[in-house]
Each structure stands twice: as C-alpha cells, then as structure tokens.
C-alpha cells in the first residue's frame, strides 16, 4: 500500500502570506495526486487533480505541483477563508487505491 | 445542481449491519465512478470503497475488505454501502462521492455511523 506522508502537521500563517505545503509517497504515483480542503462540518472540497489540475472554480491563487513521489500545494497569498485542513490523495492503479495522507492544518497566526 | 445526499447512518451494536445509501441527481448517474470515504471523530479522512460507472469492478480498503460490499443501482441513481461485522473502529462519517478526472470531486455531506454497545 502507498503511504502519503503530509509536512509540516501544522502551518501558522498570517493573511497575505504564502502557503507551501508537501506531500511525499512512498513509491511513484505518477501525476496522480489530488489536494482537498476540508473546513470544520464540512465536506472536502477537492482544490487539485492530477498533481496540477484546478478544479472547477478553485482561485488562481491555489496551484500544484510535483510528479513521482514529492508534491507541492502552494497558495500564494493567504485569505481569510483559506484557514482549514488540507489533505493530499493519491491514486494508484495496482494495488488500486486512494490513500490520503495525514493532513496539514492551516491556522491563524 | 449536482447533489449526493447520504443516508442510513444511526448507531448499531458491535458484531451487527448497517446499510448506507446515497442518492444522486443534476448529473447521469451511471457515467461516473462513485466512492465511499469515512472520517473517524477527530481524524483525517480514509478511503473505504469504489465501484466502477457500470459495477463490474470493486475496489476496496484493506480495513474493510470481507466485510464491506460496495454496490450501485443506476435505474435508482443510487449507491450503496452495505456494512457487516461492524467494529468500534468504524464508527465515523461516511461520505459518498463522484469520481471525476480520476479523482471525488463532488461529495455529500456525510451520514454518521456510530458503532457501541
């Protein structure tokens, strides 16, 4: 089974700011990665899909990147609203799954 | 509009069954690839099951597997997570969701199960 391992557990920021978050496997899952954001009582939303892709009406501001094992989400200047739970997700074909990784809270700082 | 609405969450003993439903509309049902996630109080989210657009294929999550049946009726536009031998340990939120450009892209809002004598 694939491991998703996310870093850092949590990220204190400030509004404005830039965000990176990381996501490593721990074999090669190609492009096929996903990023989701998950606020409190809510659903995830899914923000990114094949490691690069923005999903229906996400902002510019949230992009990915990465291929292999090592990807990237990167928002580039913090809003309010983007203070939530973040989760990485990835596909593989054989065994096929879906794992998430851990996640990473962003907060307030 | 797309929409997911779960149901059939409540609380069951150990050892007992429980079967989830999710019903789909504002998009053609049997097209897509639809999954089963859960979130256990307090933690992150873990993939339980999916079923292929037309149900010939299954795949699952090793903490389910033998005991979880994913399945789908598209003449009801409806899904199903037909749950046995249920454990403390699977006492969480189930999502349903729609898989799209390889990924769920639109989720419901989850039913809850609680699993506890």
């Known amino acids: 089974e694939i491991v998703l391992t996310q870093s850092p557990a949590t990220l204190s920021l400030s509004p404005g700011e830039r965000a990176t978050l990381s996501c490593r496997a721990s074999q090669s899952v190609g492009s096929y990665l996903a ?4 606020k409190p009582g809510q659903a995830p939303r899914l ?3 094949d490691a690069s892709n923005r999903a229906t009406g996400i902002p510019a ?3 990915g990147s990465g291929s292999g094992t090592d990807f990237t ?3 580039s200047s913090l809003e309010p609203e983007d203070f939530a739970v973040y989760y990485c997700q990835q596909r593989s074909n054989w065994p096929p799954g879906y794992t998430f990784g851990q996640g990473t809270k962003l907060e307030i700082k | 509009q797309v929409q997911l609405v779960e149901s059939g969450g409540g609380v069951v003993q150990p ?8 019903a789909a509309s504002g998009f053609t049902f049997s097209g ?3 999954h089963w ?3 256990a109080p307090g933690k992150g989210l873990e993939w339980v099951a999916v079923i292929s657009y037309d149900g010939s294929n299954k795949y699952y999550a090793d903490s389910v597997k033998g005991r979880f049946t994913i399945s789908r009726d598209n003449s009801k536009n409806t899904l199903y997570l037909q749950m046995n031998s249920l454990r403390g340990e699977d006492t969480a939120v189930y999502y349903c969701a729609r898989e799209y450009d390889d990924f769920p892209d639109v989720w419901g809002k989850g039913t809850t199960v609680t699993v506890s004598s």
């Open chain 1, 35 to 38: 990023w989701y954001q998950q």
């Open chain 1, 47 to 49: 923000l990114i899909y």
């Open chain 1, 61 to 63: 501001r949230f992009s």
């Open chain 1, 73 to 75: 989400l990167t928002i």
């Open chain 2, 15 to 22: 050892g007992r069954s429980l079967r989830l439903s999710c």
């Open chain 2, 32 to 34: 897509y690839a639809l």
């Open chain 2, 37 to 39: 996630v859960r979130q």
